[in-house]
């Protein structure tokens, strides 16, 4: 569990913030070939630069560590006092990661809909920075100003593009490796009570 808590540390020191202390994404990169993520992040300090600047392994990174790592983690040290191998741990962990993450992505797709603030590193804004790049300047702009984010304009211009199929898209991905993961553990009313849940949040079209 320390190295959870080292995990929720890093996450606040990944990149810059703007003047409200919002976390701002990288600069958005070329998406030229396919980026590995790891699986879990140990207790070993870890390059994570190249996962930096491409929507989906940034989005992934920064959630991973400030949440999902978390409950994965706790999952993983149930198993580990029950008694079980390191390989049925890890399945603990990529269970408790995966659902975290799908539950995120849910969160960030509906905040597009809601009144609140949209995050600069939501995965509909990191998708929309992926497709238009040029909007990155602006967004620097806004976050870095005195003012307060107009997220009315923000909101409209996700709420048009892409973006949110991309954000649909990704969490139906975290819900079927989610759901794929389960397949692991026996069958039981937890079992199934866990899969009504994912079935339950996952995004449609």
């Avoid at 980026?35 to 140990?42: K, L, N």
């Avoid at 008694?83 to 962990?93: D, T």
Wanted: aromatic share 8%; with cysteine.
């Amino acid at each position: 569990m320390s190295s959870a808590l080292r995990d929720l540390t890093e996450s606040e020191f990944i990149g810059l913030r703007g003047r409200n202390n919002k976390p701002l994404p990288y600069k958005p990169e070329p998406e030229n070939k396919e980026i590995h993520i790891p699986d879990e992040f140990g207790i070993t300090p870890s390059s994570v630069t190249h996962l930096l600047g491409h929507a989906r392994s940034e989005w992934i990174l920064r959630n991973t560590l400030s949440g999902a790592s978390l409950l994965g983690k706790a999952c993983k040290g149930v198993l580990l006092l029950a008694g079980h191998n390191e390989e049925f741990q890890m399945n603990g962990y990529m269970l408790g990661k995966y659902l975290a993450l799908c539950l995120q992505a849910m969160r960030d797709y509906n905040s597009v809909f809601s009144d609140g603030a949209i995050s600069p590193v939501s995965a509909p804004m990191l998708f929309y920075l992926k497709r238009y790049p040029a909007f990155y300047s602006r967004l620097q702009h806004l976050t870095n100003r005195e003012s307060k984010i107009d997220d009315t304009d923000i909101r409209n211009l996700l709420q048009q593009s892409p973006a949110l199929s991309d954000t649909i898209l990704l969490q139906n991905e975290l819900c079927e490796k989610t759901l794929s993961v389960l397949e692991r553990f026996r069958n039981c009313d937890a079992k199934i009570a866990l899969q009504n849940i994912v079935h339950s949040i996952k995004l449609h079209v």
